[in-house]
């Protein structure tokens, strides 16, 4: 059974720091892992997507990476503004099915 | 383009009472998802649509839930009745129908049971 961890689970930091949040996986065998993020009250925005076959993709300020291997990926935000804070999912799909599995998330505050 | 919507965006309701939320997807997207989340968690998935096919219930309570989703657009999840542990924000979504689409969220119904 695949199970998703995101650690840390809360994270304070400065405005203009760089900042890395972590997700891991027990099943390498996925189809492809997203990055969410969800503001308080509402649903979640997609950030990025990467497939099982790509190492990274970037979005502005955001980089996603993925070590499927490993089952790692990593959410890199360069120079974090205050309009940044919101928690921030990750969700593997293991399969055709197109069914997502979400980590607990990561509730990020950047303090001015 | 708009997104995906629901309705009401907020509920509370004593137990045993009965419940709707409605969703209407991105136009164009065949596959609809919906989606319970839980205080401090994320979300899981209790229902897949492939048009108006369910493709994937293997989460949902059936004693108590039950879903459709007519003419393959609109889709109406329900609870009856409603148990004080059905508390959480459920969550529609829509994608292509690709594996490898994006899903994308609608705001959620926040549920309160009392």
């Known amino acids: 059974k695949q199970e998703v961890t995101q650690i840390p689970a809360a994270l304070s930091v400065p405005e203009g720091e760089n900042l890395v949040l972590n997700c891991s996986f027990t099943d390498s065998a996925i189809y492809n892992l997203q990055w969410f993020r969800q503001d308080p009250g509402k649903g979640l925005t997609s950030l990025l997507l990467i497939q099982s076959s790509q190492r990274e993709q970037t979005s502005g300020r955001l980089n996603a990476s993925l070590d499927k291997s490993s089952g790692r990926s990593t959410l890199y935000i360069a120079a974090s503004q205050p309009g940044d804070s919101a928690t921030y999912l990750c969700?593997?799909?293991?399969?055709?099915?197109?069914?997502?599995?979400f980590g607990t998330g990561t509730l990020l505050a950047v303090q001015p | 383009e708009a997104g995906v919507v629901q309705s009401p965006r907020y509920k509370i309701i004593e137990k045993k009472q009965p419940v709707a939320f409605w969703c209407n997807p991105i136009s164009g997207h065949n596959t609809l998802y919906w989606y319970r989340q839980n205080l401090g968690q994320g979300p899981e998935l209790l229902i897949r649509?492939?048009?108006?096919?369910?493709?994937?219930d293997s989460q949902l309570p059936k004693d108590r839930f039950s879903a459709e989703r007519l003419k393959g657009v609109d889709s109406t999840l329900k609870i009856q009745p409603a148990e004080l542990g059905d508390s959480a924000v459920y969550l529609c979504a829509s994608s292509r129908g690709q594996s490898a689409d994006t899903q994308y969220f609608g705001p959620g119904t926040r549920l309160t049971v009392l």
């Open positions: 649509y492939e048009n108006e096919e369910a493709v994937d």
């Open positions: 969700a593997v799909n293991s399969g055709a099915t197109n069914k997502l599995i």
